[in-house]
């Protein structure tokens, strides 16, 4: 049986990400009301798929791993709940505790402002170097929408190695189910730059079917995506992603 956790009053977090983690999942660690030298890491999603749970963890040594800067110590204030997610979404600003049900559809708004300022700057020829952070944001917050890093191979594809290239091509799905939401939401805003960039870039030109106004209607590779179970599964572990 899980522990309830009542009482349990969320105090840190496992993880400090930095301004290139970001946004990211953080395991909370937790105070309970009878327990002074002992805290406790809620597993609010364990990866090996096992059971919910608390993993206590002496009060010196979360006090040791945040004077390191691997954990983080949170002002008081949230009262845990298994139904929560401790989200890090800007550098330098405390995470937020949000409703499961809502941490979705925050990271999608999140993710979808991120690409909408790249693509925004190609419509205006705008060139900065925010772009690369910015697309990764997007990759992060998006993990199981292949069109983030779709983006970045298009974008990058001349400052990277074959190697590196190869790599971050290898992530990609090699079929999926539509439609991709933020492939529908480019079109619908006319990301004109950033969809052509797409569909002229060797790995995109699978992804994004050109046909002419006469030719057959073929739906894209997009268009079909729905869902992909495991995604990104390596990207997905190491920032915390659900």
């Known amino acids: 049986m899980i522990e309830s956790g009542k009482g349990y009053v969320v105090i840190g977090a496992t993880a400090a990400p930095g301004r290139d983690e970001l946004p990211q999942f953080l395991d909370p660690v937790c105070r309970a009301p009878d327990q002074d030298e002992i805290y406790f890491v809620a597993n609010v999603e364990p990866w090996d798929g096992s059971e919910q749970g608390f993993s206590p963890v002496p009060r010196l040594s979360f006090d040791e791993e945040c004077e390191a800067g691997y954990w983080q110590r949170l002002e008081p204030g949230f009262s845990f709940a298994w139904d929560y997610h401790l989200v890090a979404m800007d550098a330098e600003v405390p995470p937020i505790y949000l409703p499961a049900r809502d941490a979705a559809s925050v990271l999608w708004s999140r993710g979808k402002e991120a690409l909408a300022a790249v693509a925004e700057d190609l419509e205006r020829s705008i060139t900065t170097d925010k772009m690369d952070e ?27 190695s074959p190697s590196l290239l190869k790599e971050f091509e290898s992530e990609l799905p090699v079929e999926y189910r539509g439609p991709s939401p933020l492939h529908r939401h480019a079109q619908e805003h006319h990301w004109g730059v950033l969809l052509q960039r797409i569909r002229e870039d060797p790995v995109g030109a699978r992804f994004i079917t050109t ?14 995506f729905q869902d992909v179970p495991v995604f990104l599964p390596t990207m997905q572990q190491e920032f915390g992603f659900r």
């Open 134 to 160: 910015r697309i990764w944001y997007a990759i992060r917050a998006l993990p199981k929408d292949p069109f983030p890093l779709l983006a970045f191979v298009a974008l990058m594809r001349g400052h990277l």
């Open 211 to 224: 046909v002419g106004d006469s030719g057959p209607k073929r739906k894209s590779w997009l268009e079909r």
